[in-house]
């Protein structure tokens, strides 16, 4: 198995509700380590950059207003196919549609208020992380 990383955010609606813990204890336990993480507190202009993909899409401008509501716990996995285990971990975009025991299933309120995100591929990865840590803030 391939040793990657890949990007996870635990949505303002999980931390609202103090769930960052329980979250991360499912990651780690799905056999992803941390190698870096921090709180913040995004900006519109951040969202948009990190978002930038949908832009296009009629559910912008509500997915960048909701990212900005509250902090986001920004981290980086590391782990044997981090990309496919920490999605795999999170569950479907639509709690409904997620496996019993996955973030999503356990803690999402909606399909947009659903308490995490992960990268789609490595490449994506290697993007979305270098829009939160620089190289000296990844510790492995």
Do not use: W
Request: hydrophobic share 40%; net charge negative; charged share 30%.
């Amino acid at each position: 198995m391939a040793t990657e990383r890949t990007l996870s955010i635990i949505k303002p609606d999980a931390t609202r509700r103090n769930l960052t813990g329980k979250i991360n204890a499912m990651l780690e336990e799905g056999g992803l380590r941390f190698v870096a993480q921090k709180r913040i507190k995004l900006d519109r202009e951040r969202a948009e950059r990190f978002y930038a993909v949908h832009k296009e899409r009629p559910f912008f401008n509500d997915l960048c207003a909701f990212m900005t509501s509250g902090p986001v716990v920004v981290q980086v996995l590391e782990g044997d196919n981090a990309v496919a285990r920490n999605r795999e971990i999170m569950g479907a975009t639509n709690p409904a549609d997620a496996n019993e025991g996955t973030i999503r299933k356990s803690f999402a309120e909606s399909i947009e208020a659903n308490s995490a995100h992960g990268s789609d591929s490595l490449e994506n990865a290697a993007i979305e992380i270098a829009c939160f840590f620089s190289d000296d803030e990844i510790v492995g």
